[in-house]
């Protein structure tokens, strides 16, 4: 046991060398979350009042799910977000995730929105309209599904909840019987599986087209591209119009047998990975999952791509005001594994029903506390060590990734307690890419930057009108830090400076006392 905070190796003498630098570095693990927080807004949270409590809690980045709702409904939450933004001097970044190629269940009757389906009943997909009940139900967004089937393939609801066995198929319906006794609603997520089950759609939809120029004008930082196959996937987005005009950073998630085979293509044309479990775990084997998900986050640390776990965290505060054991044990080890961003889903979002959601605010209190503990244990100086040498040793490494990395090893020498990267947008990612045992504060004079940074591990930032006047941009910087707890008197600060006008990108590094 700990006495007064002393831990015991420290009375008995037996520390050594290492465990000194993991007390230094549970020392300063806890004055901020560095792993960040993002909060599906939906229902239960398009309020500007509920909004307020997710930012205080820590929420930093809102993701807008387009398979549901409408753009009117989104965009009044983007507006309620803004104010709530400019009442708590919070920032926010804005995500919007798109449908992709999906497949989804159609609308059902009033009366039977959740019907609970029998083992062994007789049930039929149809892929004209019609409104679902407890025999049948249409599919939306595919047509030419029969095509593509055949008797004995698998059709999994809602990510496997509830599962069919195709049993004959004619040119508008699949009859199926049911797997296993479950609820079926409208607008569930449809995944068919099967030895020779090879769905062909084009992978860029008029919805979605419509949907990423609803991110342009609505002025969203980031944009996450569903059912990524290849990284023309990627290139297609980035070619519609306004996208690379607006400077919307794009996020490729990962959700598919295919996806993961390309994975370091795909990775190599985006701007962050974004794993969705849920989907993904459909098409690889339960048991594969944890592997899988532990050699996405280790392959986008080593690039130093931004990398962002979601589905399923805290999935029972939906309905309860407590997390199981197991969500706890599951979040701490992403951490460890290396995501730079966790994502709550049902929690947060809930429905227009109100049958969950009613404990958004405690599920962000939740996993900003488990957050802080995993950090905790976390061996700072282990991860730096490991990136450099993989980074060194399979390519060239660039002046400014290496002034970056030399940055954060100054960290540690001179045991500084924050980092501060007077930024254009690009040098704070080889910052967080050597993943410092400190915050990064990333001061920028552009807006969309602020945010945009969001994304990254322990960055935190500071918007300025101009960086023009380094000596000022830095006492502002630090004067910020001060208020915010970030430092405190005495202690030690390295400044990154990036010059835009400078090829090299990192003009100069510096060690100040506050």
Same mark, same amino acid.
């Given at each position: ?200 759609? /084009? ?7 419509? @949907? +990423?120029?609803? $991110?342009?004008?609505? &002025?969203? =930082?980031? !944009? ?96 309860? /005001? ?7 044990? @599951? +979040?701490?080890? $992403?951490?460890?594994? &290396?995501? =730079?961003? !966790? ?172």
């Amino acid at each position: 046991m700990d006495i007064l905070g002393i831990r015991p190796e420290l009375i008995s003498g037996s520390l050594d060398v290492a465990s000194i630098e993991d007390t230094k570095e549970r020392r300063w693990s806890h004055r901020t979350a560095k792993t960040k927080i993002m909060c599906t807004l939906g229902p239960a949270t398009r309020t500007k009042e509920k909004i307020i409590e997710l930012l205080n809690e820590g929420m930093e980045i809102a993701r807008f799910n387009l398979s549901h709702e409408t753009h009117e409904f989104h965009s009044e939450v983007v507006v309620n977000l803004r104010q709530a933004c400019k009442e708590t001097g919070k920032n926010c970044a804005l995500l919007l995730d798109t449908h992709g190629p999906e497949i989804r269940t159609g609308e059902m009757k009033e009366q039977f929105k959740n019907v609970i389906l029998k083992q062994g009943q007789t049930f039929t997909f149809y892929v004209n309209f019609v409104l679902g009940d407890n025999e049948k139900c249409s599919i939306k967004n595919f047509f030419d599904l029969p095509k593509f089937v055949q008797k004995g393939d698998q059709i999994f609801v809602d990510y496997g909840k509830i599962s069919f066995t195709i049993k004959s198929i004619s040119k508008f319906m699949i009859v199926t019987e049911v797997d296993n006794e479950g609820s079926l609603g409208d607008n569930k997520i449809v995944t068919i599986v099967g030895k020779k089950a090879n769905i062909e759609k /084009p992978f860029l939809s008029y919805q979605d087209t419509v @949907d +990423i120029d609803f $991110a342009v004008r609505m &002025g969203f =930082d980031v !944009i996450a591209i569903s059912y990524v196959s290849r990284a023309e996937d990627v290139e297609d987005i980035r070619s519609l119009p306004g996208v690379t005009e607006s400077g919307i950073k794009l996020v490729s998630k990962i959700e598919s047998q295919i996806a993961l085979d390309n994975l370091e293509a795909i990775a190599s044309v985006s701007d962050g990975i974004y794993v969705s479990r849920s989907d993904l775990a459909v098409e690889v084997p339960f048991y594969a999952m944890p592997h899988i998900q532990k050699r996405i986050a280790t392959h986008c640390n080593k690039i130093g791509m931004p990398c962002i776990l979601a589905t399923q965290v805290l999935g029972s505060m939906a309905w309860n /005001p407590r997390p199981t054991r197991a969500e706890c044990t @599951d +979040i701490t080890n $992403a951490i460890f594994e &290396g995501y =730079d961003c !966790i994502v709550l889903t049902d929690s947060t979002a809930g429905d227009a029903s109100g049958n969950f959601g009613s404990y958004a605010v405690e599920s962000v209190v939740r996993l900003n506390k488990q957050i802080k503990e995993a950090e905790k244990e976390i061996k700072y100086r282990l991860e730096y060590s490991k990136i450099r040498n993989f980074t060194v040793g399979s390519s060239d490494m660039s002046i400014s990734e290496s002034v970056a990395s030399s940055a954060v090893k100054t960290a540690w020498d001179v045991e500084a307690t924050l980092i501060i990267v007077l930024t254009t947008g690009l040098s704070e990612g080889y910052v967080a890419k050597y993943r410092p045992h400190t915050p990064i504060l990333c001061v920028t004079d552009s807006s969309q930057t602020s945010r945009q940074v969001l994304i990254r591990r322990a960055c935190i930032s500071l918007l300025l009108e101009s960086l023009e006047d380094r000596e000022k941009a830095s006492e502002t910087a630090i004067a910020y830090a001060k208020k915010h707890r970030l430092i405190e008197p005495g202690e030690l600060v390295v400044e990154i400076y990036g010059d835009p006008s400078n090829e090299v990108g990192v003009a100069s590094v510096r060690v100040i006392k506050v």
